[in-house]
């Protein structure tokens, strides 16, 4: 007897009881995986949420840190609106703008068709100095001709320069000499080649066409310093991602932030010239028009999505995360911020929005 127990206690596990010894495994592997499974789901929607918080907040912080700065140093609206002309031989093959798509604003909305996102284009100077410009004392007898000004105050070599005059095109060059020799102490020369710096160092010159842009201009236009690093910047929606191009420097646009699926904006416009805006208009005014002086302000929406799309629901197999495009009910009217796409709705969406005042339109100076 005493053996027989003794074998019976030495004998393991029947059959009977692996069996349910993996059932109850395998129930916990599942309870397991489940509280897994939905712990993944929610930290996918909240590291999602996150992403779409941090791009869509630093596309606004971008986009309207440039804008603040737009319009400086060619902020005298006698000009806005003009069409430009512009040569850039820095880049291969040379870039060369006649079209009237660059123009003499601060920003320009560019509409995109139907609900596709907006492009925002905006152009500022660089010059520390005075943006009051300098008057052409005389005309030139060709568009590669020294331009002769009555104060040259700020001009250095290097420097680009917009030229302006009533019913002509603007056009960019770049200052290549400033000579103090007797008869040519009012040129601003702009040739192609090089040009020396203050410290005596050669440049190619970059923004001279050879023959110039085909304009010549008479006395009393009026000539801008710009700077040594003007900008006009572009901030674009491409394939789900908020772009930036500087078009004075860079060829290409290059991605900034991710899951920034819409961007749309309106100017805010002073119609009674007392300073304060009364009416907003996603419509550009037409190039050369006096409307464009009445902008002094821009108001913009950037909407953001999460990174990941959440899983369709299992009753439907639809995607029902998201039902309702995301929308900007600012007073008085909303902005269209639809977003597109087959499956869009599994997305989940965050808007930022702002309004930037125009500061150097509001503070121009008179001529």
Same mark, same amino acid.
């Given at each position: 007897?005493?053996?027989?127990?003794?074998?019976?206690? +030495?004998?393991?596990?029947?059959?009977?009881?692996?069996?349910?010894?993996?059932?109850?495994?395998?129930?916990?592997?599942?309870?397991i995986? %489940?509280?897994?499974?939905?712990?993944?789901?929610?930290?996918?929607?909240?590291?999602?949420?996150?992403? =779409? %918080?941090?791009?869509?907040?630093?596309?606004?912080?971008?986009?309207?840190?440039?804008?603040? +700065?737009?319009?400086? $140093?060619?902020?005298?609206?006698?000009?806005?609106g003009?069409?430009?002309?512009?040569?850039?031989e820095?880049?291969?093959?040379?870039?060369?703008?006649?079209?009237?798509?660059?123009?003499l604003?601060p920003?320009?909305?560019?509409?995109?068709?139907?609900? /596709?996102?907006?492009?925002?284009?905006?152009?500022?100077?660089? @010059?520390?100095?005075?943006?009051?410009?300098?008057? +052409?004392? %005389?005309?030139?007898?060709?568009?590669? @001709?020294?331009y002769?000004?009555?104060?040259?105050?700020?001009?250095?070599p290097?420097?680009?320069?917009?030229?302006?005059?009533?019913?002509?095109?603007?056009?960019?060059?770049q200052?290549? &000499?400033?000579?103090?020799?007797p008869?040519?102490?009012?040129?601003?020369i702009h040739?192609?080649?090089?040009y020396?710096?203050?410290?005596?160092?050669?440049? =190619?010159?970059?923004y001279?066409?050879?023959?110039?842009?085909?304009?010549?201009?008479?006395?009393?236009?009026?000539l801008?310093?710009?700077?040594?690093?003007?900008?006009?910047?572009?901030?674009a929606?491409?394939?789900?991602?908020?772009?930036?191009?500087?078009? +004075?420097?860079?060829?290409?646009?290059?991605a900034?932030?991710?899951?920034?699926v819409? /961007?749309?904006? &309106?100017?805010?416009?002073?119609?009674n010239g007392?300073?304060?805006?009364?009416?907003?208009? =996603?419509? @550009?005014?037409?190039?050369?028009?006096?409307?464009?002086? $009445?902008?002094?302000?821009?108001?913009?929406?950037?909407?953001a999505?999460?990174?990941?799309p959440?899983?369709?629901?299992?009753a439907?197999?639809?995607?029902?995360?998201?039902?309702?495009n995301?929308?900007?009910?600012?007073?008085?009217?909303?902005?269209?911020? @639809?977003v597109?796409?087959?499956?869009?709705?599994?997305?989940?969406?965050?808007?930022?929005?702002?309004?930037?005042?125009?500061?150097?339109?509001?503070?121009?100076? &008179?001529?």
């Open positions: 007897m005493r053996n027989a127990i003794k074998l019976r206690s +030495m004998a393991g596990f029947s059959l009977v009881e692996l069996m349910v010894g993996v059932l109850i495994g395998l129930i916990g592997v599942m309870v995986f %489940q509280v897994f499974s939905v712990s993944e789901g929610v930290k996918r929607t909240t590291t999602g949420g996150g992403d =779409a %918080q941090q791009n869509g907040s630093l596309s606004l912080f971008s986009i309207e840190r440039n804008l603040r +700065m737009a319009g400086y $140093g060619m902020n005298v609206l006698n000009f806005i003009c069409p430009i002309r512009f040569y850039d820095g880049v291969t093959p040379p870039v060369e703008s006649t079209d009237g798509s660059w123009k604003v920003v320009e909305i560019i509409s995109g068709a139907g609900t /596709l996102p907006d492009t925002i284009v905006m152009m500022r100077g660089d @010059s520390d100095l005075t943006p009051v410009p300098a008057k +052409m004392t %005389q005309g030139m007898p060709s568009p590669s @001709s020294a002769k000004v009555d104060v040259r105050y700020g001009f250095r290097g420097n680009v320069t917009l030229a302006v005059e009533p019913g002509k095109d603007c056009t960019i060059a200052a290549t &000499e400033i000579p103090g020799t008869g040519q102490s009012d040129n601003v040739n192609s080649g090089t020396q710096d203050d410290n005596g160092v050669s440049h =190619a010159a970059r001279n066409k050879p023959a110039g842009l085909g304009v010549s201009y008479s006395k009393g236009a009026l801008y310093n710009l700077g040594a690093l003007p900008a006009r910047y572009v901030f929606i491409e394939q789900n991602r908020l772009t930036f191009q500087n078009t +004075m420097t860079e060829p290409t646009s290059s900034l932030f991710d899951n920034v819409q /961007l749309q904006a &309106e100017y805010g416009k002073d119609t007392d300073g304060i805006v009364d009416a907003w208009n =996603a419509v @550009s005014p037409a190039p050369g028009s006096v409307d464009w002086q $009445g902008i002094i302000a821009l108001r913009m929406a950037v909407v999505r999460s990174t990941t959440e899983k369709p629901n299992p439907t197999g639809v995607c029902d995360i998201t039902t309702a995301p929308t900007w009910a600012d007073p008085p009217q909303p902005i269209d911020l @639809s597109t796409g087959a499956n869009w709705q599994c997305f989940r969406y965050k808007v930022f929005e702002t309004v930037v005042p125009l500061k150097n339109l509001i503070w121009r100076p &008179e001529i």
